[in-house]
């Protein structure tokens, strides 16, 4: 009878392990929002790694998390590291490129709770009095980050975080003076 049971066990943790390996690795999260000003504007909000903590949806989830300032001021090169709490977790983000009004791109590399590497983008495209901002991470993920894929949509639970800074970024633009 123990036997059996063990047999049957091993059969599904192999079924499992092979559910999650078929999965696919790659992902795309993408959110965008209209914002009442011109792009240079919405552009400085972003291009300033300092400026975050104003909008980030994850400085409002760990206010206490230790955040370092390195390399550029703003821009390319820009880079700041956290350590928060187990929501936040640890990490680096860097500037990689940076274009005017138009583009930012940065590498984003956590430690943890889990490491892994993904690329942010977020590009401005003026569109009447507003600029469209849209924010967009993309990556893949490992066997671990498969097997959770399976219990949480991270589509879903980071686009919802990232619905939440664009709005932040949005208010606070549209609330500064000269926007």
């Given amino acids: 009878m123990l036997t059996k049971i063990l047999i049957s066990l091993a059969v599904i943790i192999l079924l499992l392990?092979?559910?999650?390996?078929?999965?696919p690795a790659d992902f795309h999260v993408s959110r965008s929002i209209a914002i009442a000003a011109p792009p240079a504007v919405v552009f400085?909000?972003?291009?300033?790694?300092?400026?975050?903590?104003?909008?980030?949806?994850?400085a409002k989830i760990d206010p206490n998390a230790k955040m370092t300032y390195e390399g550029a001021e703003t821009g390319t090169n820009a880079s700041y590291t956290w350590s928060g709490n187990?929501?936040?977790?640890?990490?680096?983000?860097?500037?990689?490129e940076s274009r005017p009004g138009e583009l930012v791109r940065l590498k984003l590399e956590f430690v943890r709770p889990f490491a892994g590497t993904n690329d942010v983008a977020f590009t401005f495209?003026?569109?009447?009095?507003?600029t469209v901002v849209s924010w967009t991470m993309t990556g893949?993920?490992?066997?671990?980050?498969?097997?959770?894929?399976?219990?949480?949509?991270?589509?879903?639970?980071c686009g919802g975080q990232f619905e939440q800074g664009l709005a932040s970024?949005?208010?606070?633009v549209e609330g500064a003076p000269n926007s």
């Avoid at 392990?17 to 999965?23: D, G, K, N, P, Y």
């Avoid at 640890?90 to 500037?95: H, Q």
């Avoid at 490992?142 to 949509?153: E, H, P, R, V, W």
């Fill in 17 to 23: 392990v092979i559910v999650v390996a078929l999965r």
């Fill in 44 to 58: 400085a909000a972003v291009n300033d790694l300092h400026k975050w903590e104003a909008w980030s949806p994850w």
């Fill in 86 to 96: 187990n929501q936040v977790g640890e990490g680096r983000s860097t500037i990689v």
């Fill in 125 to 130: 495209k003026p569109e009447g009095e507003q």
């Fill in 140 to 157: 893949k993920n490992k066997f671990m980050g498969k097997a959770i894929g399976l219990f949480i949509d991270c589509e879903k639970m």
């Fill in 169 to 172: 970024l949005k208010s606070l």
